[in-house]
């Protein structure tokens, strides 16, 4: 009986986490030297979002997720950090200019978000246009 609710308990973890992986559908749209796009659709909520990605020599991966409703999330990822969680207010210079975002920090990662869609279409252009983040 104990192998039967094991067997049991197993097969519905999996059915599970098989049904949430089927639920997002991932399509790579760009890849060039050490950029990567890819747009993402939750099948379940019909949400759509693109996320833009890199990593430098260092390790450290910086990602740009632009979300339907206008939003942009970065995140900095350093697998050395071992950050406490706290509220942070990150410096982001492309080329000359400098962002200043508040954002959230703890363990390996740092978030920011800019809520504001032209804004964020302001910083995505000047990113795409930029030599140097």
Same mark, same amino acid.
Request: with cysteine.
């Given at each position: 009986?104990?192998?039967?609710? !094991? !067997?049991?308990?197993? *097969?519905?973890?999996?059915?599970?986490? +098989?049904?949430?992986?089927?639920? !997002?559908?991932?399509?790579? /749209?760009?890849? @060039?030297?050490?950029?990567?796009? #890819?747009?993402? @659709?939750?099948? =379940?909520?019909?949400?759509?979002?693109? $996320?833009?990605?890199?990593?430098?020599?260092? +390790?450290?991966?910086?990602?740009?997720?632009?979300?339907? @409703?206008?939003? *942009? =999330?970065? !995140?900095?990822?350093?697998?050395?950090?071992?950050?406490?969680?706290?509220?942070?207010?990150?410096?982001? &210079?492309?080329?000359?200019?400098?962002?200043?975002?508040? +954002?959230?920090?703890?363990?390996?990662?740092?978030?920011?978000?800019?809520? &504001?869609? $032209?804004?964020?279409?302001?910083? /995505?252009?000047?990113? $795409? #246009?930029?030599? $140097?983040?």
């Amino acid at each position: 009986m104990k192998y039967l609710t !094991f !067997f049991a308990v197993a *097969l519905v973890a999996a059915l599970t986490a +098989g049904a949430a992986a089927a639920a !997002f559908e991932t399509r790579t /749209l760009f890849s @060039h030297k050490a950029w990567l796009v #890819e747009m993402t @659709h939750d099948t =379940s909520d019909g949400n759509l979002w693109c $996320a833009a990605r890199t990593t430098n020599r260092y +390790g450290q991966t910086l990602s740009l997720t632009s979300y339907g @409703h206008g939003s *942009l =999330s970065l !995140f900095v990822f350093d697998g050395s950090w071992s950050l406490r969680p706290r509220p942070v207010r990150f410096l982001v &210079d492309v080329d000359y200019d400098r962002w200043v975002i508040d +954002g959230n920090a703890g363990e390996i990662s740092v978030s920011m978000r800019l809520p &504001d869609a $032209a804004k964020s279409v302001e910083f /995505l252009d000047q990113i $795409a #246009e930029g030599r $140097a983040v």
